[in-house]
Every structure is written in structure tokens, then in C-alpha cells.
């Protein structure tokens, strides 16, 4: 029998995902413990949940600090193990014609909020890190901190479209106006990229003629509440293993995706 898995999660709203995953880890049907609840939002909805489970919280003010560091650029004081040229080689969130200064400046900027993060983090041991509604793009700097093992990824993410369709913070409204007939989620793990980790599990849903965005939302999060703590428990139970893939193609090209494979 395994042992339970200590949880950590990242919530920015509500925390409705945040609440499902407390509520399977108190129905054991998550092989888990919620050991602690962060925010960069001081309003956070989520944290009173946090507060209403007796899970222990924090917040770190990544608006603040952002502020901060815009004002006075030149000044910052970044964090003593960051590697600038480290992190530009890795980061793939913004697309090749992106502006040197401006991934620069989001990198160094990002660094600052997430080693505070980290600190924060630091406190609490934990097996897994979840993202239930983190509206922040992670850098490979706090990423590198996470995942210590590239065969153990440790941060977790679920997004509101099959990706790889619709990567970015608005998966549903894109899915609603692209007049697709089948809408869904994916759980992932986290990489250097926008929701383009390797794939854990993905929940449909259909969509017919009478719905609108509001109602693809609700059925969305239904989706979601459910497919989470599912994900969560496989890794609980050791049943997911990151593998290397080369695929030839038709052309005779080669290409090689990391995918997640399932013990069943």
C-alpha cells in the first residue's frame, strides 16, 4: 500500500479545483494529504477554503512585485541563484520574434515573485505541486526547483480545452468560437512552454446547437472537478511514467515527444 502523497497547490481565483482535490483527499479516494495553499492574489477566493479546511496558506503579491520591478528595472534585485542566459535558453512561452528586452524583463521579473515562492514553499514538504486555476506562466526557474528529476515531474496542470488545441487563459471561449462540437479539458504536466507539458488525461463533453459560453463553462468545470483528482491519484499510485517518443514520418522526418504512459 502506498503512502499518502503530500499536496501543494497554487490557486489565483476561486479555487474550484482546489476545493475538488480537498474534498477527494477527504474522501480518500486521493491517496493524499493538502499540506499547504499559495496565492498571488491576496483576494483569492481559494484561500478561504484553505482556511475553511484548516490548510495552511499564504500569498506572495506577484502584482506588487511586478510593479516594482517596472518601475525600477535597472534596480531589481534578482535572486542570487538565477541565470538569466540559463533561463532564455529554456523558455519557450514566447514566440521567436518576441522582443529581446521584453522576455528578458519578464524572466527577471518572474524570478523575483517565484523565489519569494519559493520561500514560502520551502516550509512544507511535498510530493506534488498543483496548479488549480494559477493564472501565471511558470518560469524555468521555479520549474528547475520543482522538478528535480526530469524522469519525476512534480507540478501538475489542468487547462480548459484539448490541447494541444487552445493553449492560453481562455480555452473554452476559444473552443466556443472556433464552433467546435466537442469541448474538454486536460490534466498535464508543467514544462517550459504555455500548457504544452505532456499530457496526463483529458475529459469531452459535447456540444450542441443550444449551447452558449456560459453554459460550455459549467459543463467544463464539471469535467474538471472530476478529471483532477483522478490524475492526482494515478500519481499517488505511481501509475504515471514520463517516456521519450521518436515517431517517423511520411516524409521520413523524425520527431520526438515526451508523453505520459499509464500503468493500468
Known amino acids: 500500500m502506498n503512502a499518502a502523497i503530500r499536496i501543494g497547490a497554487l490557486v489565483s481565483g476561486g479555487g474550484t479545483n482546489l476545493q475538488a482535490i480537498i474534498d477527494a483527499c477527504e474522501a480518500a479516494t486521493i491517496d493524499g494529504k493538502m499540506v499547504f495553499v499559495g496565492s498571488d492574489n491576496p483576494s483569492a477566493a481559494g484561500l478561504n477554503r484553505a482556511r475553511h479546511h484548516d490548510i495552511a496558506h499564504f500569498v506572495v503579491d506577484y502584482a506588487d512585485i511586478l510593479r516594482r520591478f517596472r518601475r525600477q528595472p535597472a534596480k531589481a534585485r534578482l535572486p542570487v541563484d538565477f541565470n538569466l542566459d540559463e533561463s532564455l535558453s529554456k523558455q519557450h512561452v514566447f514566440p521567436a520574434d518576441a522582443p529581446a528586452e521584453r522576455i528578458s524583463d519578464f524572466l527577471k521579473s518572474r524570478a523575483m515573485a517565484e523565489s519569494e515562492m519559493l520561500m514560502q514553499m ?10 488549480a486555476g494559477f493564472m501565471r506562466n511558470l518560469s524555468p526557474y521555479f520549474i ?121
Open 144 to 264: 528547475d526547483r520543482i522538478n528535480l528529476s526530469p524522469d519525476r515531474p512534480r507540478i501538475m496542470n489542468i487547462h480548459p480545452a484539448i490541447l494541444p488545441a487552445f493553449p492560453g487563459t481562455d480555452g473554452y471561449g476559444d473552443t466556443f468560437r472556433h464552433g467546435c462540437k466537442v469541448g474538454g479539458c486536460t490534466v498535464h504536466f508543467v514544462d517550459y512552454g504555455e500548457d504544452s507539458g505532456p499530457i496526463i488525461g483529458q475529459r469531452t463533453f459535447p456540444i450542441l446547437p443550444g449551447d452558449t459560453l456560459d453554459s460550455i463553462k459549467k459543463k467544463g468545470l464539471e469535467q474538471e472537478w472530476a478529471l483532477y483528482p483522478q490524475c492526482i491519484q494515478l500519481f499517488a499510485k505511481n501509475k504515471l511514467h514520463r517516456v521519450q517518443k521518436e515517431y517517423l514520418l511520411p516524409d521520413g522526418r523524425i520527431i520526438s515527444r515526451t508523453i505520459v504512459e499509464i500503468d493500468v
Open 122 to 131: 520551502a516550509r512544507y514538504e511535498f510530493d506534488l505541486l498543483v496548479l
